[in-house]
């Protein structure tokens, strides 16, 4: 669906001459679709897969083998791999995030995707890729850049956002995952070659969450959310037990608006210190 995003630039010029202040606005209405051209002081948007998933679920393997269809077509697709259940990378904070999905409902069916946190991956996933692409785009007011240092059992990270509109009521979500992880997984389906056999034997499990920096649900942000704004959120903390290889962790950092939907997100590995992904 194409829409597009009115920005309001002040520009001003103050001209000392007797005693008069000039003040120029100019209005320009910025094109975010997935196809327009790179506007200048825009930032490359990212849209935000969040798969529910688990090692039991024998059908979850059409998910994660659409996702790794998303990422062979775009660079500018984040996807967090959140397990469920009876399984070794259960994440133990999920039920707001459940609720929120599934409201006034105990039952959690799997598989369960969301593009950019509202968004319904339309099924069957692997043949609407192009619905997660659409959802990109080389212009977005809001930029992220992470800068992180982990060492000696302690993960730093500094979570910039740098803005080239105004926002409000916009809250910040940061997670650690891990990557490269090895266990067998139930699949019922036809791909990764497993011939619908029941069990893929030491699947490669990524994207795969450990623990949310923030409230899941997002930490409001209470500076000013103004047009030409940096803001840094910084974090500390020691690496989760439940980590198998600090080598393999990595961050995803994801801005959403009052009505919880991502308004740009983006990925860094560990010991990276990323620059904004502005247009020149």
């Known amino acids: 669906m194409k829409f597009k995003n009115s920005l309001l630039f002040v520009l001003l010029f103050a001209i000392v ?22 506007v200048s002081g825009q930032f490359k948007k990212h849209v935000l897969i969040e798969d529910f998933t688990g090692t039991w679920c024998g059908n979850c393997t059409r998910v994660s083998y659409s996702i790794g269809k998303v990422m062979e077509q775009t660079d500018k697709a984040v996807a967090v791999a959140i397990h469920n259940g009876d399984d070794p990378y259960h994440f133990a904070g999920i039920e707001p995030l459940r609720n ?43 930029g992220l850049a992470m800068n992180s240092t982990i060492t000696n059992g302690t993960i730093s990270l500094d979570v910039k956002l740098k803005l080239a509109q105004n926002y409000s009521n916009v809250k910040l979500v940061v997670y650690l995952l891990e990557n490269h992880l090895i266990y067998d997984q139930r699949n019922y389906t036809n791909f990764f070659g ?40 910084s974090y500390s903390l020691a690496i989760p037990s439940s980590v198998s290889n600090s080598e393999n962790l990595s961050f995803v950092a994801f801005v959403i608006d009052e009505n919880n939907t991502v308004i740009n997100c983006r990925s860094s590995e560990g010991n990276q210190n990323q620059t904004f992904e502005e247009n020149p």
């Open 17 to 38: 001459s007797c005693s008069e202040t000039n003040v120029i606005y100019t209005d320009i209405v910025i094109d975010d679709t997935v196809d327009a051209p790179p």
């Open 100 to 142: 929120q999905i599934y409201p006034n409902s105990t039952d959690f069916p799997l598989p369960t995707s969301r593009l950019n946190r509202t968004i319904v991956w339309t099924f069957p996933e692997d043949s609407n890729i192009q619905q997660v692409k659409n959802l990109t785009s080389s212009n977005c007011g809001l």
């Open 194 to 233: 497993s011939n619908n056999v029941p069990d893929y034997v030491d699947f490669e499990h990524n994207h795969v969450l450990r623990t949310s920096m923030t409230n899941i649900l997002g930490d409001p942000i209470t500076e000013e959310t103004l047009f030409g704004k940096t803001i840094t959120k």
